[in-house]
């Protein structure tokens, strides 16, 4: 589709499991076990039909703002072969395709849908729950350490004068700040 200024807007047109096909080994590794990738198969159909970027003229991103899709050039058969072991699998509640986040890692607990998507709606399917098998993640545990200066810079705009201190005023249940 054209676009204002004379700009191109390219769309890969497919169907939603070719799509899952270039989902799933841009999200997990092809050598995991059969059953997780049927799980991610699952988990990307479901979150493709409950979800819509809005863009001019595509539902999804290809890239982290919605699931990471490659096309054609990354599949890989052990991820193919999940994809059609569970065509038309999706994942519901009180009969709605519901979106189905995934992650790398939860840190050893995952989080309520409204903390970890500011403003997102309180969802009874996405509450926190202690994930025990994390600890196998390569980041699984992080950090990350800040001068005052590069924190003010990084506030750029948001606050005046100096920075004094960092107050926690809200946790959500994982209880991440």
């Known amino acids: 589709a054209r676009q204002s200024g004379g700009a191109l807007n390219v769309i890969n047109s497919v169907s939603l ?45 290809d890239d982290t703002r919605s699931q990471v899709y490659g096309g054609v050039g990354v599949e890989q058969p052990s991820t193919n072969k999940a994809v059609r072991e569970t065509s038309d699998q999706v994942v519901k509640y009180k009969g709605d395709v519901i979106a189905t986040f995934f992650f790398s890692s939860s840190g050893g607990r995952t989080e309520n849908v409204e903390y970890g998507f500011p403003g997102g709606e309180p969802k009874p399917y996405l509450k926190a729950v202690k994930d025990p098998y994390d600890d196998a993640a390569p980041l699984h545990r992080w950090q990350m350490t800040f001068s005052r200066a590069e924190i003010e810079s990084k506030l750029g705009g948001l606050v005046r004068g100096k920075l004094r201190a960092i107050n926690v005023t809200k946790r959500g249940a994982s209880p991440r700040i």
Request: charged share 15%; aromatic share 12%; no cysteine.
């Open 17 to 61: 499991d070719d799509y899952i096909q270039g989902v799933v080994p841009g999200e997990v590794p092809a050598s995991w076990p059969p059953a997780a990738l049927r799980a991610q198969a699952i988990a990307a159909r479901s979150y493709a039909l409950a979800t819509d970027a809005n863009g001019a003229g595509f539902d999804q991103y």
